[in-house]
């Protein structure tokens, strides 16, 4: 019996040491992955009836805190909607109609369908008694579009735009110890952009735990200068204070290369900010030999941020980062790591094959590879904040980045979506150059866009000043933006004068951010109308257009010109020019809506490589064609 107790008493103590041991290892900050188990139901646009009823009651959730109604209430009764994992795009789902967007591919969804153009999702979590105490926020990465968002019945805000992240704070509404309830009810009747946008959640969602003096989002912003074979690293980082904290804490930060070697450590003493302030601190490193980031061999570093008070640890918040330096010279182009570089770029949407919008992660490795493969050096986000993770990607594969925001003005809807992306997005490497606008017809060429314009590129600079400002013009390469603009981007050689604007305008820099919009169907080598067939031949695709051949010769030979962004790399959902319905996709790609190549790619391929390229088409056993004259071509 003795023997027994004493083995009881012994699991005992080892299980109460297990328990105190993994409190004492739970980290300081949780980014915790809430795309699992959610519910899903279409509501309607203005039938409340069919919308669940939502908006309906007495008080609406904007007169009184807490008086979410419909599918907006903690408890109403999700069981009969549909279980699905996120990143979702409902559009994509649908069915094709003649009714439909001919921009968006035609999909019986969104605008002129307002039973399908509203979406519904619900999401129980469990928020345990220990959190008490902490900041508790919901973080997503995107919600197409008009989203409204409630924690527990309580309205926490409305998000407009499709490609902006956006982080809420359900701290005070939270049920710790319990069940809660996350619900989103997204907008899509409204399109944003001119291509397929798919629709709902799809990006990511996660759930963030911080102690309340913390590392704020997107907090940390890391420049660097080289100095001969020495790189002074500057790191500013944003603390906010949610909590009781006073007096004196401690940021350390440590840089760590890619072998997790420690390359560079700082310790500063400050004071914390404010109850709800927040403050910025400052830390510079020297790096000895430090390794760049180039598009051959990506190099990154690993920043980790750590906040102490009284040697005990209160957050800790990671930054990748890389060493690099970008010239735009107006007489020999861009260079990398002062190594001339020609551009050699791609235009591209989100949405991808059959999936749409919501990509998984590994697709974006995927596209980019295909993109590189074809010797592409360089990424145009067309047109609108990318996903997180094409980013990622891009640092790790080595491919530059034209960073766009959506729209172009001067007030707040326009400066803090601007503001959003840079911050987001700076440390980044891959990125070298922030477009602020495209192909804005109605101020191109007056002084409300070079008005417009110099605002949101000063703006762009007061948060950025290491990366130049771009905008993609198409209507004229004669006034208005283009007389202001840091970095000239010309949309089509068919729209302006490009040499005569670069005479008038000899020490702005210039690139082509638009180029080809060439017709081709991978392995047709005739045109046939009547099947929506366009001939795979490299060929002027309208009269003021020219081929790919002619486009890139061109800014091939003008050393002044930094390079060229092909649209596209990928073809894309909508926009099936020069057809309509039924056809559903574009034809503008280097490659089909899978990244399967057309024969343009290899065109490219022979230029932008430095490897033997042969690729011979159409080809030699074409049926019907026996006894005639094939037009044969060798890259």
């Not at 979410?68 to 699905?84: N, Q, T, Y």
């Not at 805000?157 to 359900?170: A, K």
């Amino acid at each position: 019996m003795k023997s027994v107790t004493f083995k009881i008493t012994l699991l005992f103590i080892v299980f109460l040491i297990s328990c105190l041991s993994f409190a004492q290892n739970k980290p300081v900050r949780e980014l915790i992955l809430i795309d699992k188990d959610w519910r899903f139901s279409f509501g309607h646009l203005y039938d409340t009836k069919k919308d669940f009823g939502h908006a309906e009651g007495y008080f609406s959730y904007l007169s009184k805190t807490g008086f979410g109604d419909g599918p907006a209430a903690k408890d109403f009764d999700d069981r009969a909607w549909r279980k699905l994992d996120l990143p979702h795009d409902w559009a994509v789902e649908q069915d094709f109609s003649e009714k439909g967007s001919f921009s968006h591919g035609f999909k019986t969804a969104g605008k002129g369908f307002p039973e399908k153009s509203i979406g519904w999702y619900r999401k129980k979590i469990n928020i345990p008694e220990s959190d008490n105490g902490k900041i508790i926020s919901l973080k997503f990465d995107g919600v197409f579009r008009n989203s409204k968002v409630f924690f527990n019945g309580y309205y926490l805000g409305t998000e407009q735009s499709g490609y902006n992240g956006f982080e809420y704070d359900v701290t005070a509404y939270a049920n710790y110890g319990g069940e809660n309830t996350i619900v989103v009810r997204a907008d899509a009747s409204m399109e944003e952009g001119w291509f397929y946008e798919g629709a709902g959640i799809y990006r990511h969602v996660y759930l963030q735990k911080t102690n309340p003096i913390y590392v704020v989002s997107n907090g940390t912003y890391v420049t660097s200068e080289l100095k001969n074979n020495e790189a002074e690293v500057i790191v500013n980082v944003r603390i906010e204070n949610k909590g009781n904290f006073d007096g004196a804490i401690e940021v350390v930060q440590t840089i760590f290369d890619a072998e997790g070697k420690e390359a560079g450590f700082f310790l500063e003493d400050v004071y914390a900010p404010q109850f709800y302030k927040t403050a910025n601190y400052i830390s510079k490193f020297n790096l000895k030999s430090p390794l760049l980031w180039d598009i051959e061999k990506p190099n990154l570093y690993r920043l980790e941020t750590q906040i102490r008070k009284d040697g005990k640890l209160i957050d800790s918040y990671e930054t990748t980062f890389g060493i690099r330096t970008i010239e735009f010279d107006p007489e020999k182009g861009f260079f990398l790591n002062g190594k001339s570089l020609k551009l050699k770029g791609t235009n591209n949407h989100q949405d991808h094959a059959g999936i749409g919008t919501a990509l998984p992660d590994e697709i974006q490795y995927y596209r980019i590879k295909k993109l590189k493969e074809m010797g592409s050096n360089a990424y145009r986000c067309s047109h609108h904040p990318p996903t997180p993770e094409l980013l990622k990607a891009c640092d790790e594969l080595g491919m530059l980045v034209i960073d766009e925001t959506r729209l172009m003005g001067i007030n707040d809807y326009h400066l803090n979506d601007l503001k959003r992306m840079i911050e987001r997005d700076r440390n980044h490497p891959s990125v070298f150059c922030w477009s602020v606008g495209n192909e804005e017809w109605n101020i191109e060429g007056n002084i409300a866009g070079e008005r417009i314009t110099n605002v949101m590129q000063n703006y762009a600079k007061s948060i950025d000043p290491t990366r130049p400002v771009t905008v993609g013009i198409s209507s004229g390469f004669k006034s208005g933006i283009s007389s202001v603009v840091e970095i000239m981007g010309y949309n089509y050689l068919g729209n302006g004068d490009i040499d005569a604007h670069r005479n008038q305008f000899k020490n702005q820099p210039g690139m082509g951010t638009e180029e080809g919009s060439t017709f081709a169907t991978r392995g047709i080598y005739f045109t046939d109308d009547a099947k929506h067939y366009q001939s795979a031949y490299d060929k002027k695709p309208r009269p003021t257009f020219y081929s790919i051949e002619e486009g890139w010769k061109f800014y091939a030979e003008r050393p002044y010109l930094a390079g060229m962004f092909i649209w596209t790399g990928f073809d894309y959902r909508g926009e099936p020019t020069p057809y309509g319905w039924p056809s559903v996709t574009s034809y503008f790609g280097m490659m089909d809506v899978c990244g399967f190549p057309k024969d343009n790619v290899f065109y490219l391929k022979s230029w932008w490589e430095n490897k033997p390229v042969l690729h011979i088409m159409p080809h030699w056993n074409w049926s019907g064609m026996e006894g005639k004259e094939i037009d044969v071509r060798a890259y």
